[in-house]
């Protein structure tokens, strides 16, 4: 059986009050995962326990085996450029700046070229001279998803990535996902409130009275 990639023990995390508690999880190469719940469950605050950017109260989460709260911040910094891509609500690129310029950062960084049949699959080829600020919302949101996926990442952590956009292109999105994570035996966390689009995925659970439960 194949090593997790990501493989979350027990974990516990609050804030003013508890947010959740013995929280397990595990993913696999090419598996998805989908999350569902509630605004203010603590869906995104998971989110970023299993990517690197809150450790919890309690508890262990291993990202290739290793456990990631206890690496110096240099590996950490490592693991955020070359192996995790994170896709986010909102888009967050560089408005003065075209579209390709945008994913060439990413691509630089990690030190990959950037892939034009990711471009093609996300019907956004044609607009790699325009400026950021030119594009529609949905043009954006798909640009900065193919600047995620240009790193090449081995696991895609995705905090409502389709939230901003059309059913069309909603999909259209998660179909490349989808494929990608396929294709490189990555793997994919969905963080979403849309649950046509969880059911897409290989498992879903859901964010619910402080526990994280099995849909299946």
């Known amino acids: 059986m ?59 989460v291993k990202l290739f085996d290793k ?38 950062v990413a691509s630089l960084l990690s030190g990959e070229k950037i892939d034009d049949a990711i471009l093609e699959k996300l019907e956004i080829k044609s607009l790699m001279q325009q400026k950021v600020g ?21 696991i895609i952590f995705a905090d409502e990535p389709t939230g901003n956009l059309d059913k069309e292109t909603a999909k259209l999105v998660m179909d490349v996902l989808l494929t990608y994570i396929q294709e490189t035996d990555a793997a994919l966390v969905l963080v979403t409130h849309d649950e046509a689009l969880a059911k897409r995925c290989d498992k879903i659970y859901r964010l619910e009275d402080q526990v994280l439960l099995d849909e299946d």
């Open 134 to 154: 030119e594009l529609s919302g949905g043009q954006q949101q798909r640009v900065s998803i193919a600047r995620v996926l240009s790193k090449k990442p081995r």
């Open 67 to 104: 456990e990631i709260y206890a690496q110096k911040d240099n590996a950490i910094e490592a693991l955020r450029r070359y192996d995790l891509g994170i896709i986010f609500q909102f888009h967050y690129l560089f408005k003065g700046m075209s579209a390709r310029d945008n994913i060439e």
């Open 2 to 60: 194949s090593q997790p990639l990501l493989e979350v023990n027990n974990i516990a995390h609050s804030f003013d009050t508890l947010l959740f508690s013995n929280v397990n999880f595990s993913l696999l190469p090419s598996q998805s995962k989908a999350i569902v719940g509630r605004s203010g469950s603590g869906k995104s605050t998971l989110l970023h326990i299993f990517s690197t950017f809150i450790k919890p109260d309690e508890g262990s």
